[in-house]
């Protein structure tokens, strides 16, 4: 996977601010694209819809509602290239219907969005997929009764044996199945996974499906990759693999847009951080903005949470006890002390 | 004794008759359908129906010869796998299987209706359409010939012989298309449809060429039956064959080239065992009448037929074919 030259001639301008960014990991020799993502979005303002330099992804004026219930609207978001951009939220904030927009798995009401300059609002998602924008599922789709193996070949790309009529002609797909099945075993080795090619991906661990999941995925040569909730029931030490597997990603010049929940992952990796509640993006800046953003912490906690209760509140409660008290006197202790509790 | 004996001879001569080409090529349309790509088809018969009749009336009532006959009723079956396709495939699998039994019904119901009958002949159906086939035999049609102390004429010989080809054709057929990449991608959307789609594939033309592909199968095995019997009736063409056809292929085993075959030869061979059995051992008084009486066998063989299958899916749920380790994915 070559990467996209734009994303290096963007910030080939300001080479000298490059060293000044944060470390990364130290496989991706000379070529640190971390660093120019992150870089390149150092300055710019914390504020929700901005223009990043060099957007793969943009979005503008999606909707979708069900029923009565707004899922998504975003208003205009901007997805910086070759970076990590996390997408976070409280539960239902509308992050996974959002990847479904995204991905033409779902229709939004209004909007339109697209990737490379290229609309995907009127694409169904293996054309989405085949633009190279690839996703993954919060809930693991291991295609269990193929190999592990059938499953990576399966994201292979342009397989001329995938046509109904080259399929009965094996000298037309031979050769491009053994060199997909080479790359297949490398990326499985990465994976670690390379010893399970021939079981069924039925009977992989929960880990272990989702390394499988992400693995397919980059079968396709994606150039941007939407992982839903990536690190979501994996125990802490396939976290941290999984980790330095999404920053290799990075490190290959992908875009990657992931969900999450656990904010020390989102804080280890991300670029960008949007946060998102009841459909709307709330917040957008880098991950050491968004602990202390106020909207944020009022969405994930409640606007009132540090708030103490007002001496009404307080005088009412006690009020309502008392009466409760009253009310039981000459009963038996346990059961006046029940009933107030249950009243507060 | 000599009556057990007797009812395996009759019995193995089924397994090898038209009717398990029937059912088998039933069968392997269906697990094209079922067994490989998920889809419920629960209307296999109409695309036999179609393929039948597209002989029958191509030759009886137009004229045409036979050979233009049978490109007929395949562009038939072809014709209604896309009509049952297109508006049902985009959607859950549910309403194709509702699409597929409602069709095999109505189909069947116009087929033998009134104002039908100048076209298919209404419930007295059509015959002699078979003759330009059966005069292509290498055998004499009328004379008998004697294969392993049974007796065949020349015809049902030559039928018979065309239709284990056909069986033999579709199965290769089946063999390199599921071990070809394309069969990996049907085989995905079983699994999940969604998972496929994110990885670029067109899931709704996959799943409307197996449809096209199992149809036509289906079609073949109409006209394998229609040719032997050399007669076509709507009524010969009762749902109850594509579940039959299901059964056969989970005897022998879905997913699996050769589970469908080898179902419907077993199939066939325990229901005429069971009938010839229990008929000799009724006549004979074996089993006396007031137990069973002879009108009964065609039932209980039925009865034998689904206790089978109820034992074989408790100690052998993959079918005799199928791989073990495959089938308990499901039960987790």
């Not at chain 1, 909707?63 to 070759?82: C, K, N, P, W, Y």
């Not at chain 1, 969405?299 to 708030?307: I, K, M």
Request: aromatic share 6%; glycine share 12%.
């Amino acid at each position: 996977m070559p990467a996209e030259p734009g994303a290096h001639g963007a910030h080939a301008a300001r080479p000298d601010e490059v060293p000044a960014a944060a470390p990364t990991r130290g496989s991706a020799s000379g070529r640190i694209p971390q660093r120019l993502a992150r870089t390149a979005l150092k300055d710019l303002p914390w504020e929700v819809g901005v223009a990043k330099p060099d957007p793969a992804v943009v979005v503008d004026g999606v909707t979708r509602t069900f029923g009565g219930l707004t899922a998504v609207s975003v208003d205009h978001l901007e997805i910086q290239r070759g970076g990590i951009t996390g997408l976070i939220g409280p539960n239902g904030a509308g992050k996974t219907t959002l990847f479904n927009l995204l991905t033409g798995f779902d229709r939004p009401d209004t909007g339109t969005w697209s990737f490379d300059g290229q609309s995907l609002g009127k694409m169904s998602p293996h054309q989405v997929a085949r633009l190279g924008v690839v996703r993954t599922f919060q809930l693991t789709k291991a295609l269990s009764r193929l190999t592990v193996l059938q499953n990576m070949l399966l994201g292979a790309q342009g397989q001329n044996g995938e046509s109904f009529l080259k399929a009965l002609v094996p000298g037309t797909w031979r050769r491009q199945e053994t060199a997909n099945t080479e790359r297949a075993m490398d990326l499985l080795r990465r994976f670690k996974l390379d010893a399970k090619r021939d079981d069924f991906a039925g009977t992989l661990s929960g880990g272990q499906r989702k390394l499988l999941e992400m693995a397919r995925a980059l079968m396709s040569d994606p150039k941007v990759v939407m992982l839903d909730e990536p690190m979501a029931g994996v125990n802490p030490a396939l976290t941290q693999s999984l980790l330095g597997h999404v920053k290799d990603l990075r490190e290959e010049g992908m875009t990657v847009i992931f969900v999450e929940h656990d904010m020390d992952v989102v804080r280890d990796i991300s670029d960008w951080v949007v946060v998102m509640a009841a459909g709307r993006v709330i917040a957008e800046g880098p991950p050491e903005s968004i602990s202390q953003n106020q909207a944020v912490v009022d969405a994930y906690l409640g606007a009132h949470h540090d708030a103490p209760l007002t001496v009404e509140e307080e005088d009412r409660v006690l009020a309502e006890a008392e009466a409760e008290i009253a009310r039981e006197s000459g009963g038996p202790d346990v059961i006046s002390s029940d009933g107030t509790r249950n009243q507060r | 004794m000599s009556e057990i004996i007797n009812a395996i001879a009759i019995a193995g001569i089924a397994a090898f008759g038209f009717q398990a080409i029937f059912f088998a090529l039933l069968a392997i349309g269906i697990n094209v359908h079922f067994g490989y790509t998920g889809l419920l088809n629960f209307g296999q018969i109409a695309f036999a129906m179609l393929g039948g009749f597209g002989i029958a009336v191509s030759v009886s009532q137009w004229g045409l010869p036979f050979g233009v006959g049978v490109l007929v009723g395949l562009a038939a079956a072809v014709v209604l796998a896309l009509l049952l396709g297109l508006p049902t495939l985009r959607l859950r699998a549910d309403y194709l299987a509702i699409a597929t039994i409602a069709t095999a019904e109505g189909l069947r119901l116009v087929f033998r209706s009134v104002s039908a009958t100048p076209v298919t002949g209404g419930t007295r159906g059509l015959s002699a359409f078979n003759v330009g086939f059966i005069d292509l035999s290498p055998w004499d049609p009328q004379a008998r010939h004697d294969i392993l102390g049974t007796t065949w004429s020349g015809g049902e010989l030559w039928v018979t012989l065309i239709g284990w080809l056909l069986v033999l054709l579709t199965s290769l057929l089946v063999w390199q298309l599921m071990r070809s990449p394309w069969g990996r991608v049907v085989k995905a959307i079983r699994e999940d449809e969604d998972a496929v789609r994110a990885l670029g594939k067109n899931v709704y033309a996959y799943k409307i060429q197996s449809l096209v592909l199992g149809g036509v199968f289906g079609a073949l095995g109409g006209m394998v039956y229609a040719v032997s019997t050399g007669s076509v009736n709507p009524d010969q063409y009762q749902n109850a064959n594509t579940f039959l056809a299901y059964a056969a292929l989970i005897l022998g085993g879905a997913a699996r080239v050769l589970g469908p075959v080898v179902g419907a030869m077993i199939l066939l061979f325990v229901l005429q065992f069971a009938d010839t059995l229990l008929r000799a051992l009724i006549s004979n008084g074996v089993i006396p009448e007031a137990l069973l009486t002879s009108t009964d066998v065609a039932q209980i063989r039925f009865v034998l037929v689904g206790v089978g299958l109820m034992l074989l899916l408790v100690f052998r749920p993959q079918g005799i074919f199928g791989d073990r380790r495959e089938v308990m994915l499901d039960a987790r």
